[in-house]
């Protein structure tokens, strides 16, 4: 049974590439795709039978051998650095805050910066797997 990774997939238009080992490319439909599985990610290793398509090489009985690395978890920051920057973010929540009970928002600028680092922030903790 011939493996590869998936090269892309788009769940909109229901079809994607997988790059087999050898490295020629086998269209992937979605009809390919275990019933109960969602959406195939970039890069995650995959077995397939190959038939011949109306234009050429179809992926068909797709199963995953391995899940995609993720490339957030691989790039997110320590631990140690992480409770550094949120201990940071509190002191600036937390004279945001203050402002706020005085009944003034922060500036336009400042405003843009903190919703910045908190968007930062939140993708370093949300890692989807």
Do not use: C
């Not at 009809?31 to 290793?45: F, H």
């Not at 179809?58 to 690395?69: I, K, L, S």
């Not at 790039?75 to 203050?98: Q, Y």
Request: proline share 7%; charged share 30%; net charge positive.
């Amino acid at each position: 049974m011939p493996s590869g990774r998936v090269r892309w997939f788009d769940a909109n238009k229901g079809y994607g590439f997988i790059t087999g080992d050898d490295g020629k490319d086998v269209f992937l439909p979605s009809a390919a795709l275990p019933a109960d599985a969602a959406a195939p990610r970039k890069g995650a290793k995959v077995e397939f039978s190959v038939a011949d398509g109306r234009k050429g090489p179809q992926a068909m009985n797709v199963t995953f051998a391995a899940p995609a690395p993720s490339l957030v978890r691989a790039t997110r920051p320590k631990a140690d650095d992480m409770a550094a920057i949120v201990e940071d973010l509190i002191k600036l929540l937390d004279s945001a805050g203050n402002g706020l009970r005085r009944h003034r928002y922060p500036s336009a600028t400042d405003s843009r910066k903190l919703a910045t680092l908190l968007r930062a922030v939140a993708d370093d903790f949300d890692v989807q797997d």
